[in-house]
C-alpha cells in the first residue's frame, strides 16, 4: 500500500496493572513480553488474561496490535473492536481500529473513525499520520500533504511523519525538483547522525564482494519486479564464481498461510537470508555489522519498510540506493543513487545529493513468467474504438492528470476509459471518480472502473485496452513496463524528476533495439497539450497500434530491461569500482 506504515499505537498501555491480583500479574507479564519482543510470548499472555477476564479492554488492545504486526490484521480487527465495545471514547482503540481498517481497505469506513479521533484529540500525532495515509490511498492528495505537513509541525522529531510528507510530495503535481531536494535535505539535517570514519571490512580489492539489500518488499510487489533480477542474479548466475555474495535483511511479514513463490525465489537466490520482521533499525544495524556488509543497498527509502535511521548511521563504508523508490534520499550517509542516462541526465544531477550512476538502465524487469503474450488489438474487434486504460495507482491520478484524460475523451467522444486499481473494488471509491469525471463532462458510461485482481487476471486485462495513459507528475513504472511487455504502449508526459521520465527511459530502449518505430514521437509529449494531440493521433490512425503490439514483446525482450545476466555483471562491475573507489581514498 502506498505511503508509510500504518501508526498503531500502545500509549498508556504500557503502565503496569497496579496491585498484587492475578490479572495484574497476568496482564503485566504479557507486557513486559511484548516490550522485549516476544510477542509470541505476549499474545499466548494476553490471551490467557481474555479467557479469564474477556472485558479487559486494555488486553483486547495489546492482543490486537500484536496481530497487526503479525499481519493478521482479520483477527486484530476482532479484538480492537472488542476494546471499543467495552471503552468507546478511547481515542487510542478507534485510531488503531481506523489504521487497521485502511490497511484492510476499507477506508471511507476508516474515515469516519479516525475524522473523529483527530477532531477529539488533534495532537495526536498517529491518528493524524493514518488520517493522512487514509486520504492519501483514497486519492486526496491535498488532504493528505496537509495532515502530513501537520504532523510534522506539531512532531517535529517523528520520523515516520516525515517519511510519510516527503512519499506524498512526491506526487505533488505543484512541487518541483527542487523543493522536493530541500524537502529531503530538511529530513537530513534533522536526523542525520555521526558518521563512522573507518570501518573493520576486509579491505582486498578483489575478494568477493558482501553487498547487503534493505527492504520489506521481497515479495509479490511491485518493487521486486525491478529489483529482483540484480539482486537474485548475484547467486542465480550459473556456471562463475559470483563476484558477489548477496545479503538480504528482510521485513517482508510472513502471514499465516501466506505462500509467495517471489518471496521463496528470493530465499532460494541469495547467499545470506536476515530476518529482520519486528527488529528496530538499531537491532539490524547490529546485524550488518556482524556480518561486515561492504556495500549495503537500500531499496525503499521513505516508503513503507524503509530504514532511514539504519543508512544515517551508516554500518557499511558505501551506501547506496537504488531500484524500488525513486527520486532518493538526499542524505550525507548515502553516497550512491542508480539512474540512467535518459532518467538522470548530467543535466539534472543537481537535483539529487547523492553521486548518480548511470547503469545501462535505471531498473531491471522481470516480467511474470505467466504472461502471455496478447497479439490482437480491441479495437479491431469494437467497430473501431479505441479504448484508453490505466492500471496505475489513484494517488497518480492528480487533478492535472484528470482534466488531461477528460480532453482526449472530449475530442474523441467514441473512446472509453479503463480505470483498474485495488481502491476501485469499494462502491464509494468508484462513485468519488465517477464524480470527478462528471465536473469535467464526461458521462461514466464512458468509464470502466475495475479493482483488485489475482495478478493473473490484473496482467489479462491489457488484453482490453489499446493505449495506456500515464499519470503524472508520477508517471507510472512496472505498470508501464508490464503494460509494453503485454503489447500496450503508454503515452507519457516527461518532465524533470525521475518519476516524470520513466516511460520515456523505456521508450529510449525500445527505439535502441527497433528505430523504425518512432517511439519517442509517437508517444512521449513534454506539454499537457502534446500529450493530448499525441493519443488523438493514435485515435486518428489506430492501425499505428497493430504493428507495434505484435512487435512489442520481442523489442522488449531485446532490451537491457530485460537482459537480466548483463545488467547484474554491469551492477557487478559498478559495485567493484565502488569499492575501489573507497579504497583508494582510505589509501
Same mark, same amino acid.
Given at each position: 500500500?502506498?505511503?508509510?506504515?500504518?501508526?498503531?499505537?500502545?500509549?498508556?498501555?504500557?503502565?503496569?496493572?497496579?496491585?498484587?491480583?492475578?490479572?495484574?500479574?497476568? *496482564?503485566?507479564?504479557?507486557?513486559?513480553?511484548?516490550?522485549?519482543?516476544?510477542?509470541?510470548?505476549?499474545?499466548?499472555?494476553?490471551?490467557?488474561?481474555?479467557?479469564?477476564?474477556?472485558?479487559?479492554?486494555?488486553?483486547?488492545?495489546?492482543?490486537?496490535?500484536?496481530?497487526?504486526?503479525?499481519?493478521?490484521?482479520?483477527?486484530?480487527?476482532?479484538?480492537?473492536?472488542?476494546?471499543?465495545?467495552?471503552?468507546?471514547?478511547?481515542?487510542?482503540?478507534?485510531?488503531?481500529?481506523?489504521?487497521?481498517?485502511?490497511?484492510?481497505?476499507?477506508?471511507?469506513?476508516?474515515?469516519?473513525?479516525?475524522?473523529?479521533?483527530?477532531?477529539?484529540?488533534?495532537?495526536?500525532?498517529?491518528?493524524?499520520?493514518?488520517?493522512?495515509?487514509?486520504?492519501?490511498?483514497?486519492?486526496?492528495?491535498?488532504?493528505?500533504?496537509?495532515?502530513?505537513?501537520?504532523?510534522?509541525?506539531?512532531?517535529?522529531?517523528?520520523?515516520?511523519?516525515?517519511?510519510?510528507?516527503?512519499?506524498?510530495?512526491?506526487?505533488?503535481?505543484?512541487?518541483?525538483?527542487?523543493?522536493?531536494?530541500?524537502?529531503?535535505?530538511?529530513?537530513?539535517?534533522?536526523?542525520?547522525?555521526?558518521?563512522?570514519?573507518?570501518?573493520?571490512?576486509? #579491505?582486498?580489492?578483489?575478494?568477493?564482494? #558482501?553487498?547487503?539489500?534493505?527492504?520489506?518488499?521481497?515479495?509479490?510487489?511491485?518493487?521486486?519486479?525491478?529489483?529482483?533480477?540484480?539482486?537474485?542474479?548475484?547467486?542465480?548466475?550459473?556456471?562463475?564464481?559470483?563476484?558477489?555474495?548477496?545479503?538480504? *535483511?528482510?521485513?517482508?511479514?510472513?502471514?499465516?498461510?501466506?505462500?509467495?513463490?517471489?518471496?521463496?525465489?528470493?530465499?532460494?537466490?541469495?547467499?545470506?537470508?536476515?530476518?529482520?520482521?519486528?527488529?528496530?533499525?538499531?537491532?539490524?544495524?547490529?546485524?550488518?555489522?556482524?556480518?561486515?556488509?561492504?556495500?549495503?543497498?537500500?531499496?525503499?527509502?521513505?516508503? #513503507?519498510?524503509?530504514?532511514?535511521?539504519?543508512?544515517?548511521?551508516?554500518?557499511?563504508?558505501?551506501?547506496?540506493?537504488?531500484?524500488?523508490?525513486?527520486?532518493?534520499?538526499?542524505?550525507?550517509?548515502?553516497?550512491?543513487?542508480?539512474?540512467?542516462?535518459?532518467?538522470?541526465?548530467?543535466?539534472?544531477?543537481?537535483?539529487?545529493?547523492?553521486?548518480?550512476?548511470?547503469?545501462?538502465?535505471?531498473?531491471?524487469?522481470?516480467?511474470?513468467? *505467466?504472461?502471455?503474450?496478447?497479439?490482437?488489438?480491441?479495437?479491431?474487434?469494437?467497430?473501431?474504438?479505441?479504448?484508453?486504460?490505466?492500471?496505475?495507482?489513484?494517488?497518480?491520478?492528480?487533478?492535472?492528470?484528470?482534466?488531461?484524460?477528460?480532453?482526449?475523451?472530449?475530442?474523441?467522444?467514441?473512446?472509453?476509459?479503463?480505470?483498474?486499481?485495488?481502491?476501485?473494488?469499494?462502491?464509494?471509491?468508484?462513485?468519488?471518480?465517477?464524480?470527478?469525471?462528471?465536473?469535467?463532462?464526461?458521462?461514466?458510461?464512458?468509464?470502466?472502473?475495475?479493482?483488485?485482481?489475482?495478478?493473473?487476471?490484473?496482467?489479462?486485462?491489457?488484453?482490453?485496452?489499446?493505449?495506456?495513459?500515464?499519470?503524472?507528475?508520477?508517471?507510472?513504472?512496472?505498470?508501464?513496463?508490464?503494460?509494453?511487455?503485454?503489447?500496450?504502449?503508454?503515452?507519457?508526459?516527461?518532465?524533470?524528476?525521475?518519476?516524470?521520465?520513466?516511460? *520515456?527511459?523505456?521508450?529510449?530502449?525500445?527505439? !535502441?533495439?527497433?528505430?523504425?518505430?518512432?517511439?519517442?514521437?509517437?508517444?512521449? !509529449?513534454?506539454?499537457?497539450?502534446?500529450?493530448?494531440?499525441?493519443?488523438?493521433?493514435?485515435?486518428?490512425?489506430?492501425?499505428?497500434?497493430?504493428?507495434?503490439?505484435?512487435?512489442?514483446?520481442?523489442c522488449m525482450e531485446n532490451t537491457a530491461l530485460l537482459d537480466h545476466t548483463g545488467y547484474t555483471e554491469v551492477v557487478e562491475a559498478v559495485y567493484r569500482h565502488m569499492w575501489k573507489r573507497y579504497l583508494a581514498k582510505e589509501a
Open positions: 500500500s502506498p505511503g508509510f506504515e500504518m501508526s498503531i499505537s500502545t500509549e498508556h498501555e504500557g503502565l503496569p496493572e497496579t496491585g498484587t491480583s492475578e490479572l495484574a500479574q497476568l *496482564y503485566n507479564t504479557g507486557v513486559f513480553l511484548a516490550k522485549k519482543n516476544d510477542p509470541e510470548g505476549a499474545l499466548k499472555t494476553f490471551k490467557m488474561v481474555l479467557k479469564r477476564y474477556p472485558g479487559h479492554c486494555r488486553t483486547q488492545n495489546w492482543a490486537g496490535v500484536l496481530l497487526a504486526q503479525k499481519g493478521e490484521h482479520e483477527q486484530a480487527a476482532k479484538y480492537f473492536k472488542e476494546a471499543i465495545r467495552c471503552d468507546n471514547e478511547n481515542m487510542m482503540y478507534l485510531n488503531n481500529y481506523g489504521a487497521l481498517l485502511v490497511v484492510l481497505g476499507k477506508r471511507y469506513e476508516a474515515v469516519d473513525i479516525l475524522e473523529r479521533v483527530v477532531a477529539a484529540r488533534p495532537d495526536y500525532i498517529e491518528a493524524l499520520e493514518n488520517y493522512g495515509l487514509c486520504k492519501l490511498q483514497m486519492g486526496r492528495l491535498d488532504e493528505a500533504l496537509a495532515c502530513y505537513t501537520q504532523s510534522v509541525s506539531r512532531s517535529p522529531q517523528s520520523m515516520r511523519g516525515w517519511c510519510n510528507l516527503i512519499f506524498a510530495k512526491d506526487f505533488d503535481p505543484n512541487a518541483t525538483a527542487q523543493e522536493v531536494l530541500a524537502l529531503r535535505r530538511g529530513f537530513n539535517e534533522r536526523f542525520k547522525q555521526p558518521l563512522p570514519t573507518s570501518w573493520p571490512n576486509d #579491505r582486498d580489492p578483489d575478494r568477493p564482494l #558482501r553487498v547487503g539489500y534493505v527492504s520489506g518488499d521481497f515479495c509479490m510487489h511491485s518493487a521486486a519486479f525491478c529489483f529482483g533480477a540484480p539482486v537474485m542474479g548475484h547467486k542465480g548466475i550459473p556456471n562463475r564464481v559470483a563476484p558477489v555474495h548477496s545479503y538480504i *535483511y528482510s521485513s517482508t511479514p510472513i502471514k499465516v498461510g501466506w505462500v509467495d513463490d517471489i518471496h521463496d525465489k528470493f530465499k532460494a537466490f541469495t547467499h545470506v537470508w536476515r530476518d529482520c520482521v519486528g527488529k528496530s533499525d538499531l537491532e539490524v544495524l547490529k546485524m550488518v555489522q556482524a556480518d561486515q556488509i561492504d556495500i549495503l543497498v537500500d531499496l525503499s527509502a521513505y516508503s #513503507r519498510y524503509g530504514r532511514p535511521e539504519l543508512f544515517m548511521r551508516k554500518p557499511a563504508p558505501i551506501q547506496v540506493t537504488a531500484w524500488g523508490h525513486a527520486q532518493g534520499t538526499a542524505w550525507d550517509a548515502m553516497d550512491y543513487m542508480f539512474g540512467d542516462e535518459w532518467t538522470i541526465p548530467n543535466a539534472f544531477k543537481s537535483f539529487y545529493h547523492e553521486t548518480i550512476v548511470q547503469l545501462p538502465s535505471v531498473i531491471s524487469f522481470a516480467p511474470a513468467e *505467466y504472461a502471455s503474450p496478447m497479439p490482437e488489438c480491441p479495437f479491431t474487434m469494437n467497430g473501431g474504438i479505441i479504448r484508453f486504460a490505466s492500471f496505475n495507482r489513484l494517488i497518480k491520478m492528480t487533478p492535472p492528470t484528470l482534466d488531461t484524460w477528460a480532453r482526449i475523451l472530449h475530442a474523441a467522444p467514441q473512446t472509453h476509459l479503463v480505470l483498474k486499481e485495488s481502491s476501485l473494488q469499494d462502491l464509494q471509491t468508484q462513485a468519488w471518480v465517477k464524480a470527478e469525471f462528471q465536473k469535467r463532462g464526461i458521462d461514466d458510461g464512458r468509464l470502466t472502473l475495475t479493482g483488485q485482481t489475482i495478478h493473473v487476471e490484473h496482467l489479462y486485462g491489457f488484453a482490453e485496452v489499446d493505449l495506456a495513459l500515464d499519470p503524472f507528475p508520477h508517471g507510472g513504472g512496472v505498470t508501464a513496463l508490464e503494460g509494453l511487455y503485454m503489447g500496450v504502449p503508454v503515452v507519457t508526459l516527461a518532465g524533470d524528476r525521475l518519476q516524470e521520465r520513466l516511460a *520515456y527511459s523505456f521508450y529510449n530502449q525500445l527505439a !535502441a533495439v527497433a528505430p523504425d518505430i518512432p517511439w519517442l514521437d509517437l508517444f512521449v !509529449a513534454w506539454t499537457q497539450d502534446e500529450y493530448v494531440a499525441k493519443a488523438l493521433h493514435i485515435v486518428a490512425n489506430p492501425d499505428i497500434l497493430l504493428d507495434i503490439r505484435r512487435r512489442l514483446r520481442l
